[in-house]
């Protein structure tokens, strides 16, 4: 099985003497007559890396750093070339572990970097990775970052240094930047960690301890550029930070700023994200507007935000828990993505290729809440429905009565109808499979009304007197607050797409497919141990909600709303970020739940993609400037408007979820000409 160690790591080409080389020298010319070199790690690897004897690197991963091979030299001297070439170069990486056809395991580099050696390089040089935690990187400035960490709280992703379980680092670095200089502290000692959307989280060995980082230590470590989140420290002075870092008395947090933050996030005041904001002014009116809550007696206190709902913190880890005894694997990002979304939209559409138990998550979520029987509907889509009296039925004027669809959708509306106190769902399984806007045409033009306008019409007024079952099935039904609507989806050849009319009134999720290797973790199944759920009614499930009325977006969120309709609209006329998204991602921002997993830069990320770029489609001719150029040799986009955006909003979100599906979509241009 082929895997991917996403970590960097740092090397240099392998000694000619090395024994354990599978080769007598450690560049060779191979079969296709290209370079290929064998590479010696020098950094500490992840804790999985197994105890290779070399790592294989290629031309092409260095033609990019400016090596040029000159095919018509003899063989000796291109090698020797090279071998120069690297001699005062350290190279960063990540290996993949690829087997072949014989079976034979062989570890690649990719994503090579380049950077010189320090005049301080030795031979037996050993390099430990340290995270670099920055303003940039985080959006917290260094007083926020060091309350996080006495706190137990997430202070920022590091893609660079590896997550697993065993590798906690035990120290890290903050960089504090200027207009003229860089200045290093180190803070320590950890001893455990957790890694979700939200980045790191460490606990402490014991207090929380800061040092300087001394300018002649920091000279001989490697910083660069091309890996700026992480430090490759030599042991030596990996060692004495160590030494130096247990030394010092304990970091003492301002007392009001920890308790600040916890009494927040304890009581719930204000919209329920746990975000550090970046913009001064948005940090300037939140501790404005803390101190000033701080200030009241909590008799006095009232914001229409839900407090930390300890009730829906519960279902949450049902939910989860359901989901592991059903053997399904979901990062708890996916679940909690899901659940916000129920809360704040009029339709959630569930994404994703076939089998990563979509309509299953649905029922999880139905049991996790407690539903029983018709509570609970799920209506497989056919492919033959064409308009909507195939989902809700028609008038029967010769036989003069009302005879619903075959899907019991009306059935499940008119008892929720009746039953107002209690929660329905309505899934809508496969929903593709037929064109949406014909089957679902009367629902679309609903769901865009607010609660208690929300009125389906099954047939004319002057019919009722006429239908011997009017009684039973009325002219209108009037959809509640209390049905949740839901669909799942495939994206393939046998479905059709969403037109923006659909688009404008989803969230669209796409489901994660987690590693195998998790399935054999997921904890046995005792029988007759799984968790039964209390129902949980509409006025509970209303409690997680949060209505805000007004927009609360802030303002460097709304600009960036505004630059990338603007840019869709130079694109096509038609085809835009319109007020409804704004307002439905507002309320989506305001409905996570008190949590760790997803903070608000996270949140906006995913409501771009969720919102936004599922409308960025179109052919190359269109979508060139805005999504750019795929790089097929770099990996990476080119030229592109958008991810340029991202770059100077980087005090919004690093909006790492947005890029990749730029990225995604970049690639279909390049190879399929468009992008759906």
């Known amino acids: 099985m082929n895997k991917v160690w996403e970590n960097d790591l740092v090397g240099v080409l392998a000694d000619v003497d090395q024994s354990e080389l599978l080769y007598r020298d450690s560049i060779l ?35 990019k750093w400016g090596f040029e091979d000159d095919y018509t030299q003899p063989e000796f001297i291109r ?25 034979e395991e062989v570890y690649n580099m990719f994503g090579v970097r380049v950077m010189p050696k320090l005049p301080s390089y030795e031979k037996d040089l050993k390099l430990i990775p340290v ?114 870092i247990e030394e010092q008395e304990a970091v003492k947090v301002p007392a009001s700023e920890s308790a600040r933050e916890n009494y927040l996030q304890d009581t719930g005041s204000g919209p329920p994200s746990i975000e550090p904001q970046t913009s001064p002014e948005i940090q300037s009116s939140r501790q404005e507007v803390a101190v ?107 036989n003069m009565v009302y005879r619903p669809g075959d899907s019991g959708l009306i059935n499940a509306l008119r008892k929720a109808e009746d039953d107002k106190d209690r929660l329905y769902i309505i899934c809508f399984d496969e929903m593709n499979l037929a064109r949406v806007e014909h089957y679902f045409s009367q629902f679309l033009s609903i769901l865009e009304m607010d609660h208690g306008k929300r009125v389906l019409r099954l047939y004319n007024d002057d019919l009722e007197s006429r239908l011997y079952n009017s009684a039973q099935y009325p002219p209108t039904i009037v959809i509640r607050e209390n049905v949740l609507f839901v669909g799942t989806v495939n994206m393939d050849e046998s479905t059709y797409h969403f037109s923006d009319k659909v688009l404008d009134r989803a969230n669209v999720l796409s489901l994660d497919v987690m590693p195998f290797t998790e399935m054999k973790q997921l904890p046995e199944k005792k029988k007759g141990m799984v968790a039964r759920a209390d129902e949980v ?25 505004w630059e990338v309709h603007q840019m869709m609209q130079n694109v096509n006329k038609q085809v835009g970020v319109g007020p409804r998204i704004v307002k439905q991602i507002d309320q ?46 770099k990996d990476t986009v080119e030229g592109s408007l958008i991810i340029r955006l991202f770059d100077r909003y980087t005090n919004v979100s690093i909006f790492k979820e947005s890029r990749n599906v730029i990225k995604q979509k970049a690639k279909e241009l390049k190879y399929n000409g468009y992008t759906m």
């Not at 290929?36 to 260095?62: C, M």
């Not at 704040?344 to 029983?372: A, D, P």
């Not at 949060?546 to 927009?551: A, F, G, I, P, T």
């Not at 830069?601 to 936004?612: C, K, S, Y």
Request: include cysteine; hydrophobic fraction near 35%.
């Open 292 to 398: 000033s809550v701080m200030e009241k007696p909590s008799s006095e206190i009232n914001v229409s935000a839900p407090k930390g709902n300890e009730k829906e913190q519960e279902f949450l880890e049902l939910l989860y828990s359901h989901t592991q005894d059903a053997g399904l694997i979901y990062r708890k990002e996916n679940l909690i993505n899901f659940h916000t979304s129920m809360k704040s939209s009029s339709l959630v559409i569930l994404s994703g290729m076939s089998g990563t138990g979509k309509t299953k998550l649905v029922e999880l979520y139905s049991q996790s809440l407690g539903l029983k029987g018709e509570q609970l509907t799920v209506i497989p889509v056919s492919p033959s429905w064409t308009s909507d009296s195939d989902l809700i039925g028609y008038a029967d004027t010769l």
């Open 588 to 633: 989506y921002l305001g409905n996570l739940p008190v949590q760790d997993y997803i903070l608000r830069e996270d949140a906006f990320d995913l409501q771009v993609v969720q919102r936004i770029l599922t409308k960025v489609r179109g052919s190359e001719d269109q979508l060139r400037e805005l999504l750019g150029r795929y790089n097929r040799e």
């Open 29 to 63: 010319i191979n079969k296709q007559d290209s370079l290929q070199f064998f590479v010696r790690i020098i950094s500490q690897p992840a804790e999985s890396f197994p105890n290779v004897k070399a790592v294989t690197g290629f031309y092409s991963d260095l033609e």
């Open 131 to 244: 995270p670099i935690f920055s303003k940039k990187l985080s959006g917290l400035d260094q007083r926020e970052f060091t309350s996080r960490l006495v706190d137990k709280k997430f202070v920022g992703r590091i893609a660079e240094v590896s997550h697993e379980t065993n590798d906690t680092p035990p120290i890290v670095l903050w960089k504090e930047e200027t207009d003229e200089d860089e200045h290093f502290s180190v803070y320590g000692v950890f001893e455990k960690h957790q890694y979700a959307h939200g980045g790191f989280n460490f606990e402490l060995r014991d207090e929380l301890k800061k040092a300087d980082l001394e300018e002649e230590w920091l000279d001989e470590c490697y910083l660069t550029d091309e890996s700026p989140n992480v430090a490759f420290v030599p042991i030596g002075i990996y060692e004495e930070l160590l030494h130096r």
């Open 79 to 103: 090698k020797e070339k090279l071998r120069e070439w690297l001699d005062d170069r350290l190279l960063i990486f990540k290996v993949e572990k690829r087997i072949r056809y014989n079976h």
């Open 537 to 561: 009614d509409y006025d509970t499930f209303e409690s997680f909600q949060y209505k805000n009325r007004s927009l609360s977006l802030h303002d460097d969120e709304l600009a960036l709303l």
